[in-house]
């Protein structure tokens, strides 16, 4: 078993955060979505621009998942006001746990889940939240695993094409 580790992003690291940020994204979502709307959300929401912009914002936090120094995934936390809906300074939200397809089943998304938790834990938050695809299973059955429950629903755009995403939590205490 390969030692996996998890540390956080730095700003001189931007290009290895697109890099993952593109390549797991387009991983997880074209087969499902057409190829001029994932166009769209890659050259908007993951340039280098946006993702110098929040990793720079002391509200948002990135963490790499490394094996032998290569990236394999990645976790995206917000606090206080950089939460996409609710923004509550007792609340962090994770927008992002992606890991390329190659690894997945080797538990990598677990431990950046793992590390989510701790970093909410250590900001004494009373919930983490998040919103995952309405047509993404295997996401949803993972954060069902590890004891999220729906709350809400509410709307994510790519490109033109309006999804549902369904809003889960956990209360930590």
Known sequence: MEIINIK?????????LQKISRQTFAETFSSDNSSDNMKVYLEQELSSEKLMSELSNINTEFYFAKSAHKVIGYLKLNFGRSQKEIQDEKAVEIERIYVLKEFYGKQIGQKLYDKAIQIARQKNADYVWL???????????????NG?????KHLFKLGDDEQTDIMMKLKLN
């Open 8 to 16: 956080k992003v730095e700003l001189n690291e931007i290009d290895d």
């Open 131 to 145: 919103g995952v695809w309405e047509k993404n299973p295997r996401a949803i059955r993972f954060y069902q695993k």
């Open 148 to 152: 999220f429950i729906a709350f809400d």
